[in-house]
């Protein structure tokens, strides 16, 4: 089993930047993927950005050129850099742990909130 757990969230004026972490632990095979999702109130989850264990990454077009996906695989952690924060970035994000079979784990979020 693996559990995730998110930080990093918060309330950030628009053009502000947050940094979100997430730490994987228990058993954690490779290769896998990790990455984010959001939720924003009334909408359905949608996918931010991912970094497999080899450091491909992959970003919605939403979030292109502001927001940077990391991670340190010692500390199976990993990260989203976010810069340039809009309002339509408020949401719950969701980290997320994934194998190749379709099988994945997932943190219990973190509020972020971008508003003036």
């Known amino acids: 089993q693996v559990q995730l757990v998110e930080s990093g969230g918060g309330l950030v004026q628009p053009g502000g930047s947050l940094r979100l972490s997430c730490a994987a632990s228990g058993s954690i095979f490779s290769p896998n993927s990790m990455g984010w999702y959001r939720q924003a109130p009334g909408k359905q989850r949608e996918f931010v950005a991912r970094?497999?264990?080899?450091?491909?990454?992959n970003y919605a077009d939403s979030v292109k050129g502001r927001f940077t996906i990391s991670r340190d695989n010692r500390k199976n952690t990993v990260y989203l850099q976010m810069n340039s924060l809009k309002p339509e970035d408020t949401a719950v994000y969701f980290c997320y742990l994934r194998y190749s079979s379709g099988q994945d784990f997932w943190g219990q979020g973190t509020q972020v909130t971008v508003s003036s």
């Open positions: 970094v497999s264990s080899g450091g491909s990454t």
